[in-house]
């Protein structure tokens, strides 16, 4: 599934407002979601989500967060259903050296850090860690879905993007209303500046910034850059700052799959322009091997302004329901 992020979902407008009374039943469909009674699992449960529809950061989040659990000792596993994969009824399976295709991009990210397992039912992922020796889950996406019970939850928001015009699908992005989804949440992590209104938290929050990491060639080069993920402006925006000279855009819906045209229609542009071409870590995953050579990645990393506060909030958590 390709998500493009509708204009009217930015602002309050006359289209918003004439599918308002649509809202109610998505958020009391998603409200049934979240009252189902879930598995408890016998390791910890950290949930990585967002309240808005399209990319809000989860996984740099996702990965960031295992990342300082590990310099706990802690054997974290992720798990997740692989949002945008071409696969169906998959079951659980560790994701290993499969294609993006069949796993979906995030997860190949994902088991760069830690075992992560991907299928239809979290409840069934969450055994399957357990199994394999996990004593902290940590569950990109799935703040809405009620499979699995939670030990910590936190809420991810685009800092540029915001709760758009904060109203329910499909009047707006949000999934459920706002202050529903606060209810549920032990922090919020805001990634970027605001450059939008947000309302009052009242819960912990963070800031964190992505941290791009450029490949010695490409730092003093003309660019070409692509990417399918759910603002691509935030990744031609991020090489703009690094003072990287971005001579073409390219966007695609978020996860969207490259085929021949694709990538015909990329190389001729580079080629015009006399440019090389970058990409998001999450896109290198779907790029064929062939290609590989001439396609430069730029990874990023989360920075978290209070990194230390924010551990110590996740072990406190964890330890309190322990």
């Known amino acids: 599934m390709k998500l ?3 204009k009217y979902w930015e602002e309050d407008g006359p289209v918003a407002k004439l599918l308002s009374p649509a809202s109610f039943f998505y958020a009391r469909a998603t409200a049934k979601k979240v009252a189902a009674t879930g598995y408890r699992s016998k390791a910890k449960v950290i949930c990585i989500g967002n309240v808005t529809a399209g990319g809000a950061g989860k996984t740099p989040v996702a990965m960031a967060i295992a990342m300082m659990l590990q310099q706990e000792k802690k054997n974290v596993h992720f798990i997740t259903t692989g949002f945008g994969r071409k696969s169906e009824n998959l079951g659980t399976v560790r994701v290993l050296k499969q294609s993006a295709d069949i796993v979906g991009d995030e997860p190949l990210l994902l088991a760069q850090i830690a075992p992560t397992w991907v299928g239809e039912n979290r409840a069934e992922l969450a055994k399957a860690a ?5 004593d902290i889950i940590i569950m990109d996406d799935g703040f809405q879905n009620g499979e699995l019970e939670k030990d910590a939850s936190f809420l991810v928001i685009d800092g540029g993007y915001g709760i758009g ?3 329910v699908i499909p009047a707006g992005p949000l999934r459920e209303p706002f202050e529903k989804a606060l209810e549920r949440a032990d922090a919020v992590v805001i990634i970027g500046e605001k450059s ?11 800031k964190a910034e992505m941290e791009l990491d450029i490949p010695e060639n490409v730092k003093d080069e003309e660019v070409v ?10 990744f031609f925006n991020s090489l703009k700052k690094h003072g990287i000279k971005v001579v073409e855009e390219l966007g695609f819906p978020d996860h969207h799959y490259y085929n021949e045209a694709d990538f015909k229609a990329i190389f001729g542009i580079a080629n015009s322009k006399k440019a090389v071409i970058v990409t998001t870590a999450k896109d290198m995953v779907k790029v064929p091997e062939r290609f590989r050579k001439i396609i430069y990645p730029v990874k990023g990393e989360l920075v978290f302004s209070a990194d230390k506060k924010l551990k110590k909030l996740i072990l406190k958590k964890l330890n309190a329901k322990g």
């Open 165 to 167: 015009n904060g109203r």
């Open 196 to 206: 939008k209104t947000l309302p009052d938290f009242k819960v912990p929050s963070f």
């Open 4 to 6: 493009v992020l509708p």
């Open 225 to 234: 850059a692509f990417c399918g993920i759910g603002r691509p402006d935030k």
């Open 130 to 134: 357990e199994n394999a020796g996990a």
